[in-house]
Every structure is written in C-alpha cells, then in structure tokens.
Nanobody
C-alpha cells in the first residue's frame, strides 16, 4: 500500500503563488503515475496535473497550463505542485493521488478512477 500526505495549502490573494507537497510512503516502488486533482464546493473532482513516474512525462489540465508545474524529488518520494498566478477559480481542495496498477502506464493520466491511493487533501483559497 501507498500512503500520501499533502501539505502547503492556505489562503492567498489572486496573482500569488503557492507550492503544494505530497509525500509518499509505503510501497512507493509500486507507483507508476502520480496526479494532483482538485474539488471545488459543489463540483466534481477534476484533474489538475500528472506525472508518469516511469516515463518522466508530465501532463496538465488546460486550465492550469503555463501557471502550474508538477515536479518530483525521487530521493524524498515527494511530488510538488507549484502554482503561480493563482486565480479565484483555483480555489478548491487539492488531492494527491497515486496509481500502482501496471495497467495504468498506458491509460490517460486524468482518469481519477485509475488511482488507488489518495491523500487527505489540502485546502487552497484564492481571494480576488
């Protein structure tokens, strides 16, 4: 099993930056993909950014492309989400997720049902 713990959320103003962290523990060698999702009140959880660890490839939702950057520190088993130029519409609970099934290597990284480990979430509020 893989355990994930997010941190770094908070209250910021529009235009500010914030960096989220996701520390993975347990059977981290089984991770194929990692992703960041977010869920605003009354809305479905949506894909934000993802990292195919085994391929070293990153993906972004159109809404955050050019503003957010996903990265990893393999030595620390930690994935980061650097969020710049934040907007009020970025306000949401942000979740880190890991996919450990081998089959997930070849599926779209934005499919939340493909992830089998989730963190508890961290809240990001952007005031305008």
């Amino acid at each position: 099993q893989v355990q994930l713990v997010e941190s770094g959320g908070g209250l910021v103003q529009a235009g500010d930056s914030l960096r989220l962290s996701c520390a993975a523990s347990g059977r981290t060698f089984t991770i194929y993909n990692m992703g960041w999702f977010r869920q605003a009140p009354g809305k479905e959880r949506e894909f934000v950014a993802g990292f195919k660890w085994w391929a070293g490839v990153t993906y972004y939702a159109d809404s955050v492309k050019g503003r957010f950057t996903i990265s990893r520190d393999s030595a620390k088993n930690t994935v980061y989400l650097q969020m710049n130029s934040l907007k009020s519409e970025d306000t949401a609970d942000y979740y880190c997720a890991a996919a450990t099934r081998a089959s997930t290597r070849y599926v779209a990284i934005d499919r939340k049902n493909e992830y089998d480990a989730w963190g508890q979430g961290t809240q990001v509020t952007v005031s305008s």
